[in-house]
């Protein structure tokens, strides 16, 4: 998956370029060519993991190669290892969305 520049869309990086050089050289920010659309059997899914989880599946989609398997998920749980309690993060459905609220981190502003 290729990133561009909110700023110049003709800037197209990898994961592995934007990760290291945080806002683009023309102070935009980077957003991904595309979004992954997920099927609907995907989404319900997503319900059946805990927070790491869903984390991983999710992150998979937007780095790409850049992280071995194992390493991806080593970096998820040690990010959120006190990311414990279900309550803090209750996933609902809206119609056809599934939300994810965060409430007791200090920055719960999700």
Do not use: H
């Amino acid at each position: 998956m290729k990133y561009f520049s909110t700023r110049n869309s003709t800037i197209k990086l990898s994961f592995e370029e934007i990760f290291f050089k945080g806002l683009a050289s023309d102070g935009g920010l980077f957003l991904p060519e595309n979004f992954p659309k997920l099927e609907e059997l995907e989404l319900k899914n997503f319900t059946k993991l805990n927070f790491q989880e869903t984390s991983y599946e999710i992150f998979k989609m937007y780095t790409g190669d850049t992280f071995e398997k194992n390493d991806l998920k080593n970096i998820i749980n040690k990010a959120y290892k006190s990311f414990r309690n279900p309550k803090d993060c209750r996933r609902q459905r809206v119609r056809k969305y599934f939300l994810c609220t965060i409430t007791s981190w200090p920055d719960s502003c999700f």
